[in-house]
């Protein structure tokens, strides 16, 4: 089992920055993706930035060139920096971690944290 606490977010000014945490603690396979996801109310959940344990990085095109992942595996811990926010980043942010296997994948999801964009 793993668990996930996020830690980070809250209201900003756009333009602003955030920088969001997702600590783990229990059994990280060898090969795992960890990823940031976000939900806006009334909106399907989506992909915001994934980072695998080969280092391999990927962001949905709307964050490119704002946003950051990037992890401390000492700490089993990754991040999220958030630069030049807009008010259309306003969503819960949820971290997910996947374990693979060599016969199935094992997703978990934080809580969520709350991210607010506006003047």
């Known amino acids: 089992q793993v668990q996930l606490v996020e830690s980070g977010g809250g209201l900003v000014q756009p333009g602003g920055s955030l920088r969001l945490s997702c600590a783990a603690s229990?059994?990280?396979?060898?090969?795992?993706?960890m990823g940031w996801y976000r939900q806006d109310s009334g909106k399907q959940r989506e992909q915001v930035a994934t980072i695998t344990s080969s280092g391999i990085t990927n962001y949905a095109d709307s964050v490119k060139g704002r946003f950051t992942i990037s992890r401390d595996n000492a700490k089993n811990t990754w991040y999220l920096q958030m630069n030049s926010l807009k008010a259309e980043d306003t969503a819960v942010y949820y971290c997910?971690?996947?374990?693979?296997?060599?016969?199935?994948?094992?997703?978990?999801w934080g809580q969520g944290t709350q991210v607010t964009v506006s003047s």
């Open positions: 997910k971690l996947t374990n693979w296997g060599t016969r199935a994948a094992y997703d978990y």
């Open positions: 229990g059994s990280i396979f060898s090969i795992y993706t």
